[in-house]
T-cell receptor, first 116, second 112 residues
Framework: DAGVIQSPRHEVTEMGQEVTLRCKPI?????LFWYRQTMMRGLELLIY????????DSGMPEDRFSAKMPNASFSTLKIQPSEPRDSAVYFC??????????????FGAGTRLSVL | DAKTTQPTSMDCAEGRAANLPCNHS???????VYWYRQIHSQGPQYIIH???NNETNEMASLIITEDRKSSTLILPHATLRDTAVYYC?????????????FGPGTSLSVIP
């Protein structure tokens, strides 16, 4: 398997523009996670899905952020409008429970977002 | 709330064993200890996990104390490519699919 695939790898945009980050999870995984990483706050969980359904979005910073998972092989994280403080590396991860409460997450390479 | 505490940084000589400690004094009986690492500019990578017994795989060994309040990740022969931030995470049980809390981790520098 190619692993979790994220696109684009780098995104530079101007304040106020809409940004869409994309993620293809590992085939067969039924959990998908979106994280944000900054120097100040470290790695934060934004939202996660189970079987394409959002389970917990309490980490989403504000209404400008939205995430969708229209099918098992694709998810998007959208920021509209974007602001300079949204500049960060955004990671997508997927997992499939192994039983007995064990769950290993596999991360993509991330999207580095710069909002000017 | 952070469930684990780790040293901020550590150094290790190349070829020597790197021993990374983690305290998880509030761990509950059904929670696992997981270790991930993040090499610069890459996504976090799973290393190993354990419940009670010591575990070993091709990447590392995990030693969990008998009272399960602390653990140590051992990289037996550290190389320069092992320079990374190492995260110790506790989760499991019926909240197995609860949020994964990544703390600041330990920044390991392997020195030639």
């Amino acid at each position: 398997d190619a692993g979790v695939i994220q696109s684009p790898r780098h995104e530079v945009t101007e304040m106020g523009q809409e940004v869409t980050l994309r993620c293809k999870p590992i085939s067969g995984h039924d959990y998908l996670f979106w994280y944000r990483q900054t120097m100040m706050r470290g790695l934060e969980l934004l939202i996660y899905f189970n079987n394409n359904v959002p389970i917990d979005d309490s980490g989403m910073p504000e209404d400008r952020f939205s995430a969708k998972m229209p099918n098992a092989s694709f998810s998007t994280l959208k920021i509209q409008p974007s602001e300079p403080r949204d500049s960060a590396v955004y990671f997508c991860a997927s997992s499939s429970p192994l039983g007995q409460g064990v769950d290993i997450q596999y991360f993509g390479a991330g999207t580095r977002l710069s909002v000017l | 709330d952070a469930k684990t505490t780790q040293p901020t940084s550590m150094d290790c000589a190349e070829g020597r064993a790197a021993n990374l400690p983690c305290n998880h004094s509030t761990i509950s009986g059904n929670e696992y200890v997981y270790w991930y690492r993040q090499i610069h500019s890459q996504g976090p990578q799973y290393i190993i996990h354990g419940l009670k017994n010591n575990e070993t795989n091709e990447m590392a060994s995990l030693i969990i104390t008998e009272d399960r309040k602390s653990s140590t990740l051992i990289l037996p022969h550290a190389t320069l490519r092992d320079t990374a931030v190492y995260y110790c995470i506790v989760r499991g049980g019926k909240t197995s699919y609860d949020k994964v809390i990544f703390g600041p981790g330990t920044s390991l520098s392997v020195i030639p």
